[in-house]
C-alpha cells in the first residue's frame, strides 16, 4: 500500500484552527500526508487575518490546503453541490486516501464525495444539528446531488 492521502474537512477555518492542528500532527507522525479543506475566505469564529495565520501555519507544517466553498449552517443546494464538486476535484487530483471529517455540513459533504469517489472517512461530530420542532425541509439542503 502506498503512502496514506489523508483529507481534512470542516466548513470553516476556524473548526482547523481550533480543534484540529493536533489532529494533522498525529496524522503525520503515521506518516500520512495531509490536507486541509475549508473556507479560508469566510473562516467562522477567527477573523480572516488568523486565517492567513493558520494558511501560513499549514504551510510550515508541510500541510496541503485547499479552499473550499462551504457555507455556514445548511448552506444551499447550489452551494452544497458546488462544495461537493470542489471536494471530489481535491480526491481526484491529489490522489486522496482518506477523509476525516468535522462540522455537520462538512461530514456531509464529505461523506458523500467519500462514497462517490470510493475513499474511506471518519465523521467526528462536535455538535448536533439536529433538534426537537426541526423540519425535514430544513434538512433538504444537506444532501446535494
Given at each position: 500500500m502506498g503512502k496514506q492521502r489523508i483529507l481534512i474537512l470542516a466548513t470553516t477555518a476556524s473548526m482547523i484552527e481550533q480543534f484540529n492542528i493536533h489532529n494533522i500532527k498525529i496524522l503525520q507522525s503515521l506518516g500520512a500526508e495531509v490536507h486541509v479543506g475549508t473556507n479560508f475566505k469566510n473562516?467562522?469564529?477567527?477573523?480572516?487575518?488568523?486565517?492567513?495565520?493558520?494558511?501560513?501555519?499549514?504551510?510550515?507544517?508541510?500541510?496541503?490546503?485547499?479552499?473550499?466553498?462551504f457555507?455556514?449552517?445548511?448552506?444551499?443546494h447550489?452551494?452544497?453541490?458546488?462544495?461537493?464538486?470542489?471536494?471530489?476535484?481535491?480526491?481526484?487530483?491529489?490522489?486522496?486516501?482518506?477523509?476525516?471529517?468535522?462540522?455537520?455540513?462538512?461530514?456531509?459533504i464529505g461523506r458523500r464525495a467519500g462514497h462517490k469517489m470510493n475513499v474511506k472517512?471518519?465523521?467526528?461530530?462536535h455538535g448536533l444539528q439536529f433538534f426537537k420542532g426541526g423540519t425535514i425541509k430544513g434538512l433538504v439542503h444537506f444532501f446535494p446531488n
Amino acid at each position: 500500500m502506498g503512502k496514506q492521502r489523508i483529507l481534512i474537512l470542516a466548513t470553516t477555518a476556524s473548526m482547523i484552527e481550533q480543534f484540529n492542528i493536533h489532529n494533522i500532527k498525529i496524522l503525520q507522525s503515521l506518516g500520512a500526508e495531509v490536507h486541509v479543506g475549508t473556507n479560508f475566505k469566510n473562516p467562522g469564529t477567527i477573523t480572516k487575518d488568523i486565517s492567513k495565520q493558520l494558511i501560513s501555519k499549514l504551510n510550515s507544517m508541510n500541510v496541503t490546503y485547499h479552499q473550499i466553498d462551504f457555507m455556514r449552517g445548511i448552506g444551499t443546494h447550489r452551494a452544497n453541490k458546488k462544495a461537493l464538486q470542489q471536494v471530489c476535484h481535491v480526491i481526484k487530483e491529489n490522489s486522496i486516501t482518506g477523509i476525516h471529517a468535522h462540522s455537520p455540513l462538512g461530514g456531509i459533504i464529505g461523506r458523500r464525495a467519500g462514497h462517490k469517489m470510493n475513499v474511506k472517512v471518519i465523521y467526528t461530530a462536535h455538535g448536533l444539528q439536529f433538534f426537537k420542532g426541526g423540519t425535514i425541509k430544513g434538512l433538504v439542503h444537506f444532501f446535494p446531488n
